[in-house]
């Protein structure tokens, strides 16, 4: 029987994916741990779910590949920045490919998780004695989430994509954006069914729960629905899942979770630990106390160990870090490239709105250079649309030891005193504020928009979804939503509207900002609705089963920003 290594490298899709879960899968082995040793216990099978969960980590290596940071420089709220080299979040604000397989490590490591999930379901069942039938139900649930989570992934940066589902090797085409979405929500359906409903915190730091389960679920209902203009969420097997379904997971979340608003957003943002804090002006000035990573806000966060090891530190943050940083931008200390710089349009937006006169959330989640941090200069022989305005949420925060800079705040929770490796916070990808968010978005009422409001003491107002759009965007700014929101609402346009022509610096030189000599709405209809081109390795691979997504010809290769010849 030929090693399975050998089968995947013949099949060719997905080849990255599966090599890298084949330790354990070889099943002529009788040293290693295959799929009929393994997994025999309750401990190997956690052993195994961390496996799939650790894909996640294992994507933050490549920062400019991840979703994350795709979907928040996508939208109209940051742009491009960096310096003339970082082609990757330029390319990523102007819907262009970056180079030669672009995206590769993303499709690898979505589908390696997929492979491991997959592999997970078919093998649960070698276990013979659990301790107790919940932990292997929880086990059940977890492992459908995090496919779930994959593939939403997956279709939403590249649309249609090929659905797998066993570990057998295979050569799929792409599948339909209905079969993916109805597998999602099939998976998403059993998770919820599967899972405890321990509440927060007794199911577990860094753990999936029924409550991430039943917010991603609306989630994926909210943009299912309103990109492709649905009225349901279709299940694999048959059925559909409806809003009124939807609503009750959210609601069921929102009354028995455990979960809770903390009692000031910018306590959930690391810029307010103690640490930091004592010596950080704006903290004190607001008397705000961090809630801390694993807080009763956070529904589903990636995890980052107190080590840099393996490249697993929160590398988002590095990108998001500022150029040439020390003392004088202080408490941003951790030297990062610039990526990311937020629009100006947001910054004057929101302190132009009478809904939101007075909102906090303003200077908690945007610094303003010009005011807080005057005599920090830059790199102005680097750095590129430039607007002096950086996203707070996801900026590295470094601390004093008596007269001594930390590069990050870390250290004094046992990380290293390293401007990288020291990057160990949370990265939020589900919080309670949202659930509240889509709860009035689903329900067509005010009760839940308003409590978020209330917390950051502004008046009620009456239910609209203009007001839902305008909550979402200040409330949740900067957190990998706004890029998708716009798709399924059928507002991208406002990316152009908010984007063009903003004042930038480039090297230190005015200028405006612009895309380039295309029209972003010709391209973005070009690619289907802002999906972005499959890996070409992955095409070639396939011998033809895999067709490259449209609208993505070598025209559309990011070469060089439009302010500069190549």
Not at 367 to 379: F, K, L, R
Not at 492 to 499: C, H, L, S
């Amino acid at each position: 029987m030929r090693n399975k290594i050998t089968q995947i490298v013949a099949a060719g899709l997905l080849l990255f994916a599966f090599a890298a879960c084949e330790s354990f899968l070889d099943t002529e082995s009788f040293t290693k741990k295959n799929t009929s040793n393994f997994p025999t216990t309750e401990d190997e099978a956690e052993q195994m779910i961390t496996g799939i969960y650790a894909t996640m980590n294992d994507l933050m290596r490549d920062p400019e590949a991840h979703p994350f940071m795709i979907f928040d420089i996508a939208s109209d709220d940051r742009l491009g920045g960096g310096s003339t080299s970082n082609k990757g979040s330029q390319s990523m604000d102007r819907l262009l490919n970056n180079k030669i397989s672009w995206l590769e490590s993303l499709w690898e490591a979505r589908y390696a998780g997929i492979y491991r999930a997959n592999n997970a379901l078919e093998t649960l069942d070698n276990i013979e004695v659990w301790s107790d039938e919940k932990n292997k139900s929880r086990l059940q649930a977890e492992t459908h989430f995090l496919r779930a989570f994959f593939y939403l992934d997956l279709i939403q940066i590249f649309g249609e994509v090929p659905l797998k589902l066993s570990t057998e090797p295979e050569n799929l085409p792409k599948s339909s954006a209905e079969e993916v979405y109805a597998q999602i929500g099939y998976d998403l359906e059993q998770a919820i069914t599967l899972f405890p409903a321990d509440p927060f915190p007794q199911y577990g730091n860094g753990h999936a729960s029924k409550w991430s389960a039943e917010a991603l679920m609306a989630r994926v209902f909210l943009f299912y629905t309103g990109f492709y203009n649905k009225s349901s969420l279709p299940v694999a097997g048959g059925g559909e899942i409806t809003k009124q379904e939807v609503i009750a997971y959210l609601e069921d979340c929102i009354k028995n979770s455990g979960h809770s608003l903390v009692s000031d957003q910018r306590n959930l943002w690391p810029y307010t630990n103690i640490y930091t804090g004592k010596d950080y002006q704006y903290v004190i000035d607001n008397g705000l106390v961090w809630e801390g990573d694993n807080s009763k806000e956070t529904l589903f966060a990636m995890k980052f160990a107190n080590s840099g090891e393996n490249g697993y530190f929160n590398r988002i943050v590095e990108f998001y870090g500022m150029r040439l940083s020390g003392a004088s931008c202080f408490p941003f200390v951790p030297q990062g490239y610039s990526n990311g710089p937020v629009n100006t349009t947001l910054w004057n937006d929101w302190d132009n709105d009478p809904d939101y006169a007075g909102d906090y959330r303003r200077t908690g989640s945007i610094c303003d250079g010009a005011v807080e941090i005057p005599d920090y200069v830059g790199d102005n022989g680097k750095e590129v649309e430039k607007t002096r305005l950086w996203a707070k949420k996801y900026l590295g925060a470094g601390a004093y030891e008596g007269s001594n800079l930390i590069q990050t705040f870390g250290y004094f929770y046992g990380g290293e005193n390293n401007r990288q490796r020291g990057l160990n916070n949370d990265l939020i990808l589900i919080r309670l504020a949202d659930v509240y968010l889509m709860h009035s978005e689903l329900t067509e009422t005010n009760t839940y928009l308003n409590k978020v409001r209330q917390r950051a003491n502004l008046d009620p107002v009456a239910y609209s979804l203009e007001a839902i759009k305008k909550e979402r965007r200040y409330e949740l700014c900067f957190e990998g939503l706004r890029w998708n929101d716009l798709r399924r609402w059928g507002d991208v346009q406002e990316i152009v509207a908010n984007q063009e022509g903003v004042d930038i610096t480039n090297r230190g030189v005015p200028s405006k900002f612009t895309f380039g000599s295309f029209d972003y709405m010709e391209r973005y209809n070009a690619t289907g609705g802002g999906f972005w081109k499959i890996p070409d390795s992955q095409v070639t691979l396939s011998e033809g089963v895999l067709e490259q997504n449209p609208g993505w010809d070598d025209a559309y290769t990011f070469d060089s920003l439009p302010y500069y010849s190549n």
